[in-house]
Structures are given as structure tokens and as C-alpha cells.
């Protein structure tokens, strides 16, 4: 008899118990934002590298822009992106981290490989649509999640992606954390965008409704649960 289908141990539940309503305090002290100018330079580097201006250009998710990706695309496939790993190595104290309950981030980070989805972009106005994506995913300086071409591999074979990885000179930058210590922070975290719990739950939710299982993070739900019930 064939096995049914994975029962996460986070949920919704646990979500509401970790929430708390919390006004966004801005930018946490020490750490200056991107400029208008800031971002248009990273827009006009990323264009002038793009290694197929002719081809439709495609953007790499590994995270939430998978489940909220807030920009036009064109479809979806999975693909593998080698080299990188998931990682929560981004500490936050903004979006869903605060001052008082801190938060980490996913980001990519070297080693291993990646399972995601492959966006294809709108051929118009590309300029604008990156302005709006950077703004997305990094906001201060240094910059946190770098953008860069990568190499994805697809079934259809291997194709050029823009890819956000961790800029590990980022003072954000936590390091190879255990579960357990990822664990503890999202199980506790929550900024004005909501917990870190729910960050996850979205995550391993849209992950597996697509048939990628991503065992670390599978991992991590379990342990997050855990100590969301533990404090109960």
C-alpha cells in the first residue's frame, strides 16, 4: 500500500500562537538603506551581464518569492540550481524579525544544491521589473542578497537564471547555524510582516505542493513545532 501524502507537524496553529502585532521601526540602527541611486547601478550591472538578452529571461525562486513573488511572470518550472543551498543565514530585525524578537531569513548559500522554480520574465520594460524585484530583496548596505547569473538545470536542460545568494561580508550574514538554533529563532520571531514560523510553514507548504521535498527543512518544521508546543 502506497504511502499518503507528508503530514507537517507546523501549522497555521502554531503560527497564530507565535504572532504578535508589531509596528514596523524602519531600518535598525547601524545599518544605512540602498539609495535610488544604489539601486539603478545594481540594475544597470545586472543588464549589462545578462548573458542572453535575446532569450527570455529567467528568475530563479528558492524561497518566498515562490509562494509571493510580486512581479509579472510568465509560468513556472522546477529546476535544480548545484552549488547552493538553502540556508536561514540572514538575520533580521525588520520584516519578520524585530528588535525584540529577532528573526533569520533564507538565503543562498555555497555547497550542496537547490530544488526551485524557474519564472520567465516579461520581455518589456525589464529595467523596471528589476527595480522592483532588488527593492524586494535587499534593502540595505552592504547588501545581503547579491544578484547574479547562475547556471539552473532544468528538464529541458541547462538555462541562464538571475539568482539572489548571500553575501557573506553582510554583517546579516549568521553563519552555518544547527536546526536547533534556527529552530529556536523561528519559533519565536515575528516582525510586522508576520513570524518566522509562517515563513517556513509557506515555504515547505509551496515546496512540497510542487513534489520538492526539501528534508532540512522538513526537518526544521518539526523541530519548530516542537518548541512552539513545548512553550505552550
Known amino acids: 500500500m502506497a504511502d499518503g501524502p507528508r503530514v507537517l507537524s507546523l501549522t497555521p496553529g502554531h503560527v497564530a ?28 550591472r545586472i543588464l549589462a551581464s545578462h548573458p542572453a538578452p535575446d532569450r527570455p529571461t529567467q528568475l ?3 524561497g518566498s518569492l515562490i509562494w509571493r513573488p510580486e512581479i509579472d511572470h510568465r509560468g513556472e518550472q522546477c529546476a535544480r540550481l ?47 521589473q528589476f527595480h522592483q524585484l532588488f527593492r524586494r530583496e535587499f534593502t540595505v548596505k552592504p547588501i545581503t542578497n547579491i544578484p547574479t547569473w547562475l547556471r539552473v538545470e532544468t528538464g529541458d536542460g541547462p538555462v541562464n537564471a538571475l539568482v ?23 519559533s ?29 527543512l522538513w526537518l526544521l518544521q518539526e523541530l519548530v513545532a516542537q518548541r512552539i508546543d513545548a512553550r505552550s
Open 17 to 44: 500562537r507565535v504572532h504578535r502585532e508589531i509596528k514596523d521601526g524602519g531600518q535598525p540602527a547601524g545599518l544605512l538603506p540602498q539609495t535610488d541611486q544604489d539601486y539603478a547601478e545594481w540594475v544597470d
Open 60 to 62: 530563479f525562486a528558492y
Open 82 to 128: 548545484p552549488g547552493w543551498r538553502r540556508s536561514f543565514c540572514l538575520r533580521q530585525w525588520r520584516f519578520r524579525g524585530s528588535p525584540e524578537y529577532p528573526g533569520l531569513m533564507m538565503s543562498l548559500d555555497r555547497g550542496g544544491e537547490c530544488e526551485g522554480v524557474l519564472f520567465e520574465l516579461p520581455k518589456a520594460d525589464l529595467e523596471a
Open 164 to 186: 539572489f545568494v548571500m553575501n557573506r561580508e553582510s554583517p546579516q550574514y549568521a553563519g552555518d547555524l544547527t536546526p536547533g538554533e534556527v529552530a529556536d529563532v523561528l
Open 188 to 216: 519565536q520571531s515575528c516582525g510586522h510582516l508576520g513570524t518566522g514560523a509562517e515563513y517556513l510553514l509557506n515555504t515547505v507548504t509551496q515546496l512540497e505542493a510542487r513534489g520538492m521535498h526539501d528534508e532540512g
